[in-house]
């Protein structure tokens, strides 16, 4: 009974705790969008001398956690790197475990009442390597929640940064080819305009666990100006304290983030467009999108493509 009431008074005693660092950090600057690099659920198995599918399963279990902690702090917009495309050399038994998890939670998503009439889900990569069933159900879950207009999830799946650089240099490169630009119209915008995270904040933050210290191929192009954090931590064992250090740390980083994004952005090289460049770009830019979106529409399940 004494180790009951004792336990319940150190329960609260960091709810209490957690609570005011909570609205601590929230008197500082809170950034826009965090972008995680979920490490460690493979190693997480081992060290539970657990099944590897139960790693996996705890990653995904700590990610919905993650995201309700974020929502609470008033982050806008995250995005996770949940398969790269070197993930596709693992055992068969593990890949199709984790395309049919992946297949599982996206159903789950587009049932849930926030991301059906709130929030809003992208998924960033190269479709065609997924199954076919996979791909139907990311374009329902993306169609679904388009036009929500609160926060944003975005999965990283089939992806790589490396990847994501040759696709976006491939649809300009074609885009000279057929006549839409020339080469003087090619820039730093356009290049990010044909990336797959167009429309995305920058980001702010990137938090990477397991005590690795590199990238790994995620966002390469998108994170030269964020604050990163590199934690000892496996997924798995990610705690709201941990999401609170980096918070600090990037609090800490703030002002010297912010004049290095101004200094790069004056220093940007700049070129005077004609009015036929500018249209130029525009109508390339529009036909891309006219035939990414014809592209999803045509994974969506039929009663889906017909409303």
């Given at each position: 009974m004494l180790a009951s009431a004792a336990q319940?008074?150190?329960?609260?005693?960091?709810?209490?705790?957690k609570w005011a660092l909570s609205k601590a950090i929230q008197c500082g600057p809170i950034p826009k969008h965090v972008a995680f690099i979920?490490?460690?659920?493979?190693?997480?198995?081992?060290?539970t001398h657990s099944q590897l599918a139960e790693g996996h399963s705890a990653g995904e279990k700590k990610l919905q956690e993650t995201l309700q902690w974020c929502l609470d702090l008033g982050i806008q917009e995250v995005t996770v790197f949940a398969f790269s495309i070197e993930n596709f050399k693992r055992s068969e038994e593990e890949v199709?475990?984790?395309?049919?998890?992946?297949?599982?939670?996206?159903?789950?998503?587009?049932?849930?009442p926030d991301f059906r009439v709130r929030?809003?889900?992208?998924?960033?990569?190269?479709?065609?390597?997924?199954?076919?069933?996979?791909q139907s159900s990311i374009a329902e879950a993306m169609h679904m929640s388009r036009n929500n207009p609160g926060a944003v999830l975005n999965i990283c799946f089939s992806y790589t940064s490396t990847h994501e650089i040759t696709h976006a240099v491939r649809k300009i490169a074609e885009g000279v080819q057929g006549g839409y630009l020339k080469p003087d119209d090619i820039d730093i915008d356009l290049i990010e305009q044909c990336l797959y995270t167009h429309g995305s904040a920058p980001i702010d933050l990137l938090i990477r666990t397991s005590g690795e210290i590199r990238l790994s191929d995620f966002l390469l192009w998108q994170?030269?100006?964020?604050?990163?954090?590199?934690?000892?931590?496996?997924?798995?064992?990610f705690s709201v304290w941990d999401l609170y250090k980096t918070l600090i740390q990037y609090q800490y980083n703030y002002s010297r983030m912010m004049q290095l994004r101004e200094t790069l952005s004056n220093s940007k090289p700049s070129r005077t467009k004609d009015a036929d460049s500018e249209n130029r770009v525009a109508g390339f830019i529009s036909e891309t999108r006219s035939k990414e979106a014809a592209f999803m529409e045509s994974l969506l399940p039929e009663t889906r493509s017909e409303s």
């Open positions: 319940g008074v150190s329960n609260a005693a960091s709810g209490a705790a979920m490490d460690g659920n493979r190693r997480f198995a081992r060290k199709h475990y984790l395309m049919d998890l992946a297949g599982k939670k996206v159903k789950e998503l587009i049932s849930h929030n809003r889900i992208r998924v960033y990569g190269d479709l065609r390597l997924l199954p076919s069933e996979l994170s030269s100006t964020s604050c990163l954090a590199f934690l000892d931590v496996l997924w798995p064992e």
